[in-house]
T-cell receptor, first 112, second 113 residues
Framework: AQRVTQPEKLLSVFKGAPVELKCNYSYSGSPELFWYVQYSRQRLQLLLRHISRESIKGFTADLNKGETSFHLKKPFAQEEDSAMYYCALDNAGGTSYGKLTFGQGTILTVHP | DVKVTQSSRYLVKRTGEKVFLECVQDMDHENMFWYRQDPGLGLRLIYFSYDVKMKEKGDIPEGYSVSREKKERFSLILESASTNQTSMYLC????????????FGPGTRLLVL
């Protein structure tokens, strides 16, 4: 069975400090991984996906198949990065395309 | 711009009541999803639909049912609400296929007394 684990429920950093939100997964096939974010009083939205290899709002995430990880990183955190972050795995295959398995979420707080 | 709307932002119901949560999307998406969001548990998939009248159980379908009579509308039904169904409910939609972005509604916070 697919599983996504985010080991930190809460993460606090100061503005300008590097930040890393951890995500580990278990999946027998080729993983398709995403990070979703929910800012205060906003709806959940896509932040980035590994297939695009893009940097959004200064965040990047590298898929490490050896360690089965997809950690989200930003070199210099900003106060507006404070939000709930979810790592998610796409359960590819058959009619289950597009179905996501989410992690437990990490609340990031960036202090001034 | 994709828009996913949910019928209520807040709902208070009594134990045993039948509860309907409605979700509508305006982008002709094939896939629609219902999740519940609980602190420390993340998002858990309740039900999923990949076409009109088609549905598939998610990870926690017990106590819930769904209906998709039209492509744009996906309803979540709590046949007999219980206090452990107090939660935030999120609807999402996406195009069919792999690696498609899911677009979420604003959520319905349900309190069952």
């Amino acid at each position: 069975a697919q599983r996504v684990t985010q080991p930190e429920k809460l993460l606090s950093v100061f503005k300008g400090a590097p930040v890393e939100l951890k995500c580990n997964y278990s999946y027998s096939g080729s993983p398709e991984l995403f990070w979703y974010v929910q800012y205060s009083r906003q709806r959940l939205q896509l932040l980035l996906r590994h297939i695009s290899r893009e940097s959004i709002k200064g965040f990047t995430a590298d898929l490490n198949k050896g360690e089965t990880s997809f950690h989200l990183k930003k070199p210099f955190a900003q106060e507006e990065d404070s939000a709930m972050y979810y790592c998610a795995l796409d359960n590819a295959g058959g009619t289950s395309y597009g179905k996501l398995t989410f992690g437990q979420g990490t609340i990031l707080t960036v202090h001034p | 711009d994709v828009k996913v709307t949910q019928s209520s932002r807040y709902l208070v119901k009594r134990t045993g009541e039948k509860v309907f949560l409605e979700c509508v999307q305006d982008m002709d998406h094939e896939n629609m999803f219902w999740y519940r969001q609980d602190p420390g548990l993340g998002l858990r998939l309740i039900y999923f639909s990949y076409d009109v009248k088609m549905k598939e159980k998610g990870d926690i379908p017990e106590g819930y049912s769904v209906s998709r009579e039209k492509k744009e509308r996906f309803s979540l039904i709590l046949e007999s609400a219980s206090t452990n169904q107090t939660s935030m409910y999120l609807c999402a939609s996406s195009r069919g296929g792999q690696q498609e972005t899911q677009y979420f509604g604003p959520g319905t916070r349900l309190l069952v007394l």
